[in-house]
């Protein structure tokens, strides 16, 4: 058997292994999608290793037996695992809720997380991951084992649109996951079928197009119906503040927006609170647990509080429910309009029109400072738990940074804790409404890698500094009190904030804010000041036309005031989620700098022109674009010289190219001889020709008839190569 009948003999088999193994590649890339957000789920909550172990567990498992046990057993098995961990995360559900979990209330909940209810937000969010994990990793492997290529991506497909349309799934996870499942079926096609090189380009050059329509799609700007500013280049804040989301991203650069949102009439200032978080992810916050209807009076304060009654009046589009904290009584709306969120705060079920308003009856923290400081550590059952909980990623130096802060201020009680780190934070950071969103944990970049921030980076950064030592605290957003003119607050997008709440037991939430105040006085009246200027609409209510300065409250301990005096005078922060936080919902992707103020890409952004440029390489490929290059620049070249005989037949080589070209092929039986004289009558080319058969079968040449051979090549190259007679490609030979 003949060596050329043997490789053709192997190649296919060859083929398909390689095919399988690629196929197998982007199961990988599949499994990884999905799995890495059920990773970051218990990253953020707890069980990071497990779920580590639990995903490539299931694969190896599946790998192990996907051989020897048949797909019923197989199919019953996954269906086993699945019942068992669903009945894990029943039985992980505190007593107190599980009383409440019926069919109607798991199909509700069903079809709240098919409809953008995120993972995260879950109670037992880490014990719902790991008991959903297993199974379709395992099954969609087994299958792929089983060379059921199209059914495991079935099953691995449906585990990452579950997580799609939770909306944990980011864009770049979602669209890597798509590319695995069509590699998984393209190359388990050719894997099961056989295929040809030429395949696998087209496969690729399918995938590349995939990769830039779903990005394209992916990137199109959306339209939010809430106050935003002409300058889109940087989110405003204010439209997701208003919406009072169930999450918050930290996000970069920010603008304030001078529009009047709503005013209040009260008798006292105080902070505005639209929404509280206690879940933190390292790059922004998460409410965990449903909301319920209001159907009542809420519970007030554990300890001493003094009653404050607000009417607001909404003058744009509202999706929130400003209040003094804490909320325990809502008049002028219908109770079915009213929803109370798991950590108290009250959030409208639809829009509050321009003019609506409601009434609000709050009891606010009235403990002196010293009862506040001598406070101890005896939390409510869950309190410590839920509200120290921190990402298991979260760098030790943050913590180290913590307890040397504490401990330089002979802080004990968690309230001299929270009044250390609070002056801390406060006094080492500047604050600016332009900084570039950072890389990884948000607290710990802010702490030891930026100079500066707005309101969300001091309270994220301070809320992770408590929970490190164990005290029990949340992120805020709301607005500061707002503009006071003949008895009512003016509060506008530029009053939007984030804070830090901290549980002192027996007292309950204790407000802190340690972004510096200045700073952000002077923000807010530099954007009022340029809005008024400019006469943009909707900047002044009635009679609020001049700015007056708001007064700064008494400090009583409570949530009406700071406690160790920072000035909640109104300002303009916009951070996540929230104006001064102005940076929640809307988020857009920042410009990495580099060390010459260049602005630098993004990493999805070289990631998305690397994957276009390995689909142009698979095109040219496929089309003999890129090889009919290279032989088009090697026919024009000479060459090293080198012996004669070898410049000979390099200079017949690139005569019988040139002409197998322009002419037509040479048949396989046909001799170089009968070629050349078959196909043009040149004398040059019969030189050439003669020399070839010389150097190849003959004793030899010498370098003049080397030269010569080469040279006759080079004329007739540049003779029919002229724009007169273009160079013609494969398509354009001729028989």
Avoid at 104 to 120: E, F, Y
Avoid at 201 to 210: E, K
Avoid at 333 to 349: A, E, K, N, W
Avoid at 579 to 589: F, H, I, K, P, Y
């Amino acid at each position: 058997m003949s060596v050329d009948t043997e490789r053709s003999r192997l190649l296919p088999g060859i083929r398909t292994a390689e095919f399988r193994l690629v196929a197998f590649v982007a199961l990988v890339v599949l499994t990884v999608s999905y799995g890495s957000v059920l990773y970051h789920v218990t990253d953020v909550v707890g069980g990071a290793r497990l779920m580590l172990a639990t995903l490539v567990g299931s694969a190896t498992v599946a790998v192990v037996v996907g051989r020897v046990l048949r797909v019923r057993t197989a199919v019953f098995l996954t269906l086993l695992l699945l019942g068992g961990g669903v009945t894990i995360y029943f039985l992980s559900v505190p007593a107190s809720q599980r009383a409440l979990i019926s069919p109607a209330r798991l199909l509700s909940d069903t079809v709240a997380l098919l409809t953008g209810l995120s993972v995260l937000r879950l109670t037992q969010a880490n014990v719902w991951a790991l008991s959903v994990a297993p199974a379709p990793v395992f099954l969609s492997w087994y299958l792929a084992v089983r060379r059921r290529y199209v059914w495991s991506i079935v099953v691995g497909g449906t585990a990452l649109g579950l997580l799609v349309l939770t909306g944990d799934a980011g864009t770049y996870t979602t669209i890597a996951g798509v590319v695995g499942a069509a590699g998984v079926v393209g190359f388990g096609t050719l894997d099961r079928h056989g295929g040809t090189g030429a395949q696998v380009d087209t496969l690729v050059i399918c995938f590349v197009a995939m990769v830039v329509v779903a990005a394209t799609l992916s990137l199109a700007p959306t339209t939010r119906t809430g106050p935003v500013l002409p300058d889109r280049t940087s989110p405003t804040g204010v439209a997701s503040f208003v919406d009072s989301g169930d999450n918050v991203r930290v996000v970069g650069t920010i603008r304030l927006s001078p529009q009047v949102q709503f005013t209040v009439e009260s008798p006292t200032e105080s902070y505005w609170t639209t929404a509280t978080y206690d879940r933190y992810t390292g790059s922004g916050w998460v409410r965990s647990g449903d909301t319920d209807p209001y159907v009542g009076r809420l519970r007030g304060p554990p300890g001493g509080s003094r009653e404050v009654r607000q009417t607001v009046t909404a003058e744009t589009e509202l999706g929130a429910m400003p209040a003094a904290w804490r909320p325990v009584r809502v008049q002028g709306l219908q109770t079915t309009r009213i929803r109370v969120t798991s950590q108290g705060s009250v959030r409208p079920t639809t829009t509050l029109n321009p003019g609506e308003s409601y009434t609000v009856t709050s009891r606010v923290v009235d403990g002196s400072t010293d009862e506040l400081r001598t406070a101890g550590t005896d939390y409510p059952d869950g309190v410590a738990e839920r509200y120290t909980q921190l990402p298991e990623s979260t760098p030790d130096r943050v913590a180290t940074r913590a307890a040397n802060v504490t401990a330089a201020a002979d802080a004990e009680t968690p309230y001299e804790k929270a009044a250390a780190i609070e002056a801390h934070l406060e006094s080492s950071k500047r604050y600016s409404l332009t900084v570039e969103r950072p890389e990884g944990d948000v607290a710990d970049a802010f702490l030891f890698e930026m100079d500066a921030g707005y309101c969300t980076y001091f309270a994220t950064t301070m809320v992770t500094m408590l929970r490190t030592e164990g005290v029990p605290a949340r992120f805020v957003t709301g607005y500061t009190p707002g503009e006071r003119v003949d008895g009512e607050f003016v509060v506008r997008g530029l009053d939007s904030h984030a804070w830090v709440q901290v549980y002192v037991p027996e007292e309950g939430w204790v407000r802190f804010d340690p972004t510096p105040a200045s700073p952000r006085e002077s923000a807010e009246r530099a954007r009022l000041s340029e809005a008024r200027q400019r006469g943009d609409p909707g900047v002044d209510a009635e009679n609020s036309g001049a700015p007056t300065p708001t007064p700064t409250p008494t400090p009583t301990g409570g949530d009406g005031a700071t406690p160790t005096g920072a000035d909640p005078v109104p300002t303009g922060n916009a951070s996540v989620g929230t104006g001064d936080s102005g940076a929640v919902g809307g988020a857009v992707q920042q410009r990495a700098t580099g060390d010459d103020g260049v602005d630098l890409p993004s990493t999805e952004t070289l990631a998305f022109w690397s994957v276009v440029l390995v689909g142009v390489g698979a095109a040219v490929r496929r089309t003999g674009a890129g090889r009919r290059a290279v032989r088009a620049v090697w026919l024009r070249r000479r060459g090293p010289r080198r012996d004669p005989d070898a410049d000979a037949v390099r200079a017949f080589e690139r005569l019988a190219y040139l002409l197998e070209r322009q002419e037509r092929p040479r048949r396989p039986s046909e001799t170089p001889r009968a070629f050349v004289r078959s196909v043009t009558a040149d004398d040059r080319a019969a030189r050439v020709l003669a020399t070839y058969e010389r150097a190849r079968y003959g004793d030899g040449i010498d370098r003049a008839a080397a030269d010569d051979a080469t040279d006759a090549v080079g004329e007739l190259v540049r003779e029919r190569t002229l724009p007169t007679r273009p160079f013609a490609g494969d398509s354009d030979r001729r028989d």
